[in-house]
């Protein structure tokens, strides 16, 4: 198989950084060493293991960009930034006709689609890379639409905790809300406890202190209207591998797709797992 040649865009973030650190380490991907990152970043370098990456904030990514496609005739882009940068980054990407696999939740979701639609590239977009979490979903929304209103006048409590510096609500949780919804439980996205207390998230929830700086733990409780019912769901994973492999996979799916679809859509890591 030919590699396939990769950028990863958020270092020196920690999910941008695991997911580079699988990518040099496997012969399917040929890793740019260069990195988008945001306003933010003072670093014009970061190493991992025994590459180095440049590092390049807004004001630069124009010319780097154009420096790389002078050299390389395809690359796929993985985004993992920030929120506040999901919806500015995704028109770069296809102003400059880069096809790419988005796992930075937050922004408009529905701008965020659109602009790949409205385009001439292909995009794996999914609020969560990690294939069996994607997985328990896609089965709750299997019950969702076979078992309309199972839960009706149920409560919900949904709780998520995730390192200190995840700025926002997660898009699993989010995404979780709607399916529970379909089951018949009023509940909206505002109501998700977030956790992002690390004395709390070890004291009281017993997060393994080294991964209180990685970690997605989420629970569903539901609860009949006479407490005499409830049902948890929880998926809990500590580190960020699971995100990293399963973005990997959406990297291969995407590379098959492109001159096989029509450009300008949208695939779903749902896709990815049918693939």
């Known amino acids: 198989m030919k590699q396939i040649k990769i950028m990863i865009n958020g270092l020196p973030g920690n999910v941008?950084?695991?997911?580079?650190?699988?990518?040099?380490?496997?012969?399917?991907?040929?890793?740019?060493?260069?990195?988008?990152?945001?306003?933010?970043?003072?670093?014009?370098?970061?190493?991992?293991?025994?590459?180095?990456?440049r590092l390049s904030t807004p004001d630069k990514h124009d010319v780097v960009i154009d420096e790389i496609k002078k050299k390389e005739k395809f690359f796929i882009s993985i985004d993992y930034t920030h929120p506040s940068a999901v919806n500015s980054?995704?028109?770069?990407y296809c102003k400059n006709n880069l096809p790419f696999v988005m796992g930075t939740t937050g922004g408009d979701r529905e701008a965020l689609m659109q602009t790949v639609i409205s385009s001439s590239i292909p995009a794996v977009i999914a609020p969560?890379?990690?294939?069996?979490?994607?997985?328990?979903?896609?089965?709750?929304?299997?019950?969702?639409?076979t078992f309309p209103n199972l839960f009706k006048d149920y409560s919900l409590e949904i709780v998520e905790s995730h390192q200190k510096g995840k700025a926002d609500t997660s898009g699993t949780?989010?995404?979780?809300?709607?399916?529970?919804?379909?089951?018949?439980?009023?509940?909206?996205?505002?109501?998700?406890?977030?956790?992002?207390?690390?004395?709390?998230?070890?004291?009281?929830?017993?997060?393994?202190?080294?991964?209180?700086?990685?970690?997605?733990w989420h629970t569903y409780t539901l609860t009949s209207k006479d407490n005499t019912a409830r049902f948890s769901f929880t998926h809990n994973i500590n580190g960020?591998?699971?995100?990293?492999?399963?973005?990997?996979?959406?990297?291969?799916?995407?590379?098959?797709?492109i001159n096989k679809e029509k450009k300008g859509k949208v695939f779903s890591m749902i896709d990815v797992l049918k693939g």
């Open 128 to 145: 969560n890379m990690a294939k069996q979490i994607v997985g328990f979903q896609a089965m709750m929304a299997y019950a969702s639409e």
């Open 89 to 92: 980054n995704a028109e770069f």
């Open 173 to 216: 949780a989010k995404a979780m809300v709607t399916y529970y919804n379909k089951l018949g439980i009023n509940f909206s996205v505002e109501e998700i406890k977030k956790e992002r207390d690390p004395k709390v998230q070890k004291e009281k929830m017993g997060i393994p202190e080294e991964y209180l700086d990685g970690h997605a």
């Open 16 to 53: 941008a950084a695991i997911v580079a650190k699988h990518a040099l380490e496997d012969n399917r991907f040929d890793v740019i060493c260069e990195s988008l990152t945001g306003p933010e970043i003072e670093e014009t370098e970061h190493t991992i293991g025994s590459t180095a990456f």
């Open 240 to 257: 960020r591998d699971i995100y990293s492999l399963g973005t990997l996979d959406a990297v291969l799916y995407l590379y098959e797709k």
